[in-house]
C-alpha cells in the first residue's frame, strides 16, 4: 500500500486503514496484513508505529484478519551497499556485536500461504 519512508507514519496509517475499508465494502472476509516483527510494541518507532496503529484498527474493528509480521528483509542488506578498496561495505547503525534476525522475502511469502485461513493471530517470521 504505502511505507513510512516515502509516506510517513499518518499517510501510511491513512492509506492502509482505508485499504481495509475498501476490502471490507468489497466483501472480503479476512485480511492477511504484513506489518514488522516489532510493530506490536509500543517502540516509538516512526517504520513500526505505522504498522501498530493498523494492527490496532484490526482488532479495535473487529476485522477477521491475520498479521504476518516478519523480521528484517535479508534483500535489505543491498541497500546501501558501497564499494571500498579491498572490498565492500555495509554500513549499519546496529553494533556489529548485536545479531539481527533476517528473513529472505521468498520466504515470507511461503508463510503466507499458510496463514489464508488463519483468524485473529499474529505470526512473528524470521530465518
Same mark, same amino acid.
Given at each position: 500500500m504505502s511505507d513510512t519512508f516515502d509516506a510517513g507514519v499518518e499517510e501510511e496509517t491513512?492509506? %492502509?486503514i482505508k485499504g481495509v475499508e475498501g476490502f471490507r465494502a468489497a466483501g472480503v *472476509?479476512?485480511?492477511v496484513y504484513t506489518s514488522a516483527a516489532? %510493530?506490536?510494541?509500543d517502540? *516509538?518507532?516512526?517504520h513500526y508505529e505505522s504498522k501498530r496503529r493498523v494492527e490496532h484498527y484490526? &482488532?479495535?474493528? %473487529?476485522v477477521p484478519h491475520t498479521v504476518i509480521g516478519p523480521a528484517f528483509f535479508m534483500e535489505n &542488506?543491498?541497500?546501501g551497499l558501497r564499494r571500498i578498496d579491498d572490498g565492500w561495505i555495509l554500513p549499519s547503525p546496529m553494533?556489529?556485536? &548485536?545479531?539481527l534476525q533476517q528473513i529472505p522475502v521468498d520466504d515470507i511469502g511461503a508463510f %503466507?500461504?499458510?496463514v489464508f485461513l488463519s483468524t485473529g493471530s499474529r505470526c512473528w517470521v524470521s530465518g
Open positions: 491513512r492509506v %492502509a *472476509g479476512h485480511v516489532s %510493530a506490536d510494541r517502540t *516509538g518507532v516512526p484490526l &482488532r479495535e474493528q %473487529a &542488506r543491498f541497500f553494533p556489529v556485536d &548485536r545479531q %503466507a500461504r499458510h
